[in-house]
């Protein structure tokens, strides 16, 4: 577990400081874009993998709650749901310009349902932590207007339809191998 809890630190390090514009605005202006777009990377990297690395190896501890047949039912159709929407994060789609912020919305969704389906202190940990930050984050984007301006195509709102339901059937269909249990009738 304590594995795990130092990559969220460190993935999460980098990721808080857009919640503090002079800050982040100082350390660009001293750093440079490069330097700081580096820095930022390689930070939540190392973070990401000892995530990975502490949940694939860690114990899975104790039984906080019992896991929700609701959220487990739902977790393959939410999951279409947030693939699509991080598809769109990026692109400029309708879908992003209505929700404004679908990655924030897409993590929310995800760590939410998987927390709900899991219920045991290694799931807690990161799925809650995720959530926390989804929902943090989410409040202040709001609250700084952060929020970018573009004309949207319906060309950019197909590409994320197709690409997010094909990515999400994807891993869907190899969630055993990835990451342990099987989610799907279809699943390998």
Known sequence: MTLLIAGLVLFFAPHV?????????????????????????????????????????????????????AARAAAPFAMIVVFIL???????????????????????????VHLL????ARGTVLFGAFATFAVVDLASVVQRRAIKVFTPRLRADVISIVAGSALA????????LLFGPVVVSFGV
């Open 86 to 112: 991080l598809a769109a994060a990026n692109s400029p789609s309708h879908i992003r310009a209505a929700i404004k912020h679908p990655m924030l919305i897409a993590v929310l969704i995800w760590s939410v």
């Open 17 to 69: 400081l857009p919640m503090f514009p002079s800050q982040r605005a100082a350390l660009f202006a001293s750093w440079g874009e490069a330097r700081y777009k580096g820095w930022f990377s390689a930070v939540s990297g190392v973070g990401l993998v000892l995530i990975v690395i502490g949940y694939a190896y860690g114990d899975r501890g104790a039984q906080w709650f019992a896991p929700s047949p």
């Open 117 to 120: 389906a899991n219920g045991d």
């Open 169 to 176: 059937l994807l891993v869907m269909t190899f969630h055993r």
